[in-house]
């Protein structure tokens, strides 16, 4: 990346990772010599050098987002009927519906795969079709 200052020198920045996993931000005016450059590449080594005989260790990168705890299941007792091998387990939907599902079904980023078996539990007594419409 490229920069123009107040003291229109023209500056390059490179951004760089250390052999001991710590990220550099070098910045290197154009009128620099190819000595002065190795120079400071020299002291970003030492650093590096110095950090790994301290002991230290490059910081952990993260998403940002702290991972959230699984909700711990609650296994009915009963096997899959489906494919004969998961658990089947109560769950509940973002929307509060309540439904039962196989251990061994999965979903990931929006994609459901594995077990495909759920049977939704329907808590509320049968309403007459009388009774919905009037």
Known sequence: M??????TTLRATLSMTTKGGYGVLL???TNTTDKE???????INSADNLANLASMTAPVRSSGFAKKEAKPKDYTGQ?????????LYR???KTGKQLIKCSESTFINGIAGGCNY?????????????ERYY
């Open 2 to 7: 490229a920069e123009k200052t107040d003291d």
């Open 27 to 29: 910045t290197i005016p």
């Open 37 to 43: 450059i190795e120079g400071m590449l020299t002291t």
């Open 79 to 87: 096997i899959c009927p489906t494919c004969k091998e998961g658990k």
């Open 91 to 93: 769950m509940t939907t």
């Open 118 to 130: 759920i049977k939704w539990v329907d808590d509320k007594p049968q309403q007459s079709a009388e």
